[in-house]
């Protein structure tokens, strides 16, 4: 059973906005933290943002803040990234990722576009 489901991604113009969406199997609180990583073609996949499950303290990577924000609906089990003033150098594929205990999981990805 996969533990982390990402949708929302596609292809959008430079300026616009996304939100993706991380759905986990069971309840949030289940994990540590959880958080987005992306990775560009011929790049490392780098961290965008995390947050904590119990106290919802969030990082951001300098070259997202400002323009994106990391929140969780506890409820629905999910975690978003609401992507606003998208670039071109956003242009990835966005991996879901959650640490319980020892353990980390990951999403199969969901890959995001952005247009000049």
């Known amino acids: 059973q996969r533990q982390l489901v990402e949708s929302g991604g596609g292809l959008v113009q430079a300026g616009g906005s996304l939100r993706l969406s991380c759905v986990a199997s069971g309840s949030i609180f289940s994990f540590k933290s959880m958080g987005w990583h992306r990775q560009a073609p011929g790049n490392q996949r780098e961290l965008v943002a995390s947050?904590?499950?119990?106290?919802?303290?969030?990082n951001y990577a300098d070259s997202v803040k400002g323009r994106f924000t990391i929140s969780r609906d506890t409820a629905k089990n999910t975690v978003y990234l609401q992507m606003n003033s998208l670039k071109p150098e956003d242009t990835a594929v966005y991996y879901c990722?959650?640490?319980?205990?020892?353990?980390?999981?990951w999403g199969q990805g969901t890959r995001v576009t952005v247009s000049s």
């Open positions: 990722n959650a640490y319980k205990g020892s353990s980390e999981y």
């Open positions: 947050i904590t499950s119990f106290s919802g303290t969030t």
